[in-house]
């Protein structure tokens, strides 16, 4: 099971240290945003969470950030309840699906991949709420909610852009195409 997650190139017990840093991080940057969200139309929240998921995506690999993906949803659960926490899921979900296969199968740019993610991750959301609320008329929202996470997405692929040398500094890139995208 160690070897699913940890990738060779690291030490299981260095490993352990920067997921959970990771997951920190994850979990700061989504009480932080919940203080911009206040600001914000309802429904719609920066993603800078997602930076963090993106960066383990590209520095570490797949499964580790699936695991920081379904870690921060249950952090959503338990500290903000079970709506928040299903649209969470949803949304963390369609997005590193989305995000995932954009990055392992095409040689988008990480900003696309950021923008994309932040679209499917709308969408999951609106998806869940559908399914919540018994009702389509959620996806009325789906407009605004896809112009805000096209501007979002952006904002958050600049930011991934530059963090991504100093995560590279803790772990190396993942040994893909991708090591020299911008």
């Known amino acids: 099971m160690r070897s699913f997650f940890k990738p060779e190139k690291i030490s299981y017990a260095r490993y ?15 009480i932080l945003e919940s203080a911009f969200s ?5 429904g719609m929240r920066v993603g800078l969470s997602n930076i963090v998921t993106m960066a383990a995506m590209i520095c570490i690999n797949l499964p580790s950030a699936l695991l920081l993906t379904i ?24 997005a590193f699906a ?7 199968k095409t040689g988008a740019s990480y900003i696309l991949i950021s923008v994309i993610g932040a679209v499917f991750h709308s969408a ?6 559908s399914v919540m609320m ?17 501007i979002t997405g952006i904002c958050t692929g600049i930011v991934l852009k530059a963090v991504l ?3 590279e500094r803790i772990i190396p ?10």
């Open 134 to 150: 018994k009702t389509v008329s959620v996806f009325a929202y789906g407009a605004i909610l896809g112009i805000s996470s096209v």
């Open 124 to 129: 999951g959301q609106l998806a869940a709420a």
């Open 173 to 182: 890139a993942a040994d893909n195409e991708h090591n020299d995208m911008s």
């Open 71 to 94: 870690l921060k949803a249950l952090m959503v659960l338990v500290t903000r309840g079970f709506t928040a926490g299903v649209m969470s899921f949803c949304g963390s979900l369609a």
């Open 98 to 104: 989305a995000a995932a296969v954009l990055f392992r």
């Open 16 to 30: 352990v240290v920067v997921m959970g840093l990771l997951f920190a991080v994850s979990s700061a940057l989504n």
């Open 165 to 167: 040398p100093q995560m």
């Open 38 to 42: 206040a600001f914000l139309p309802a």
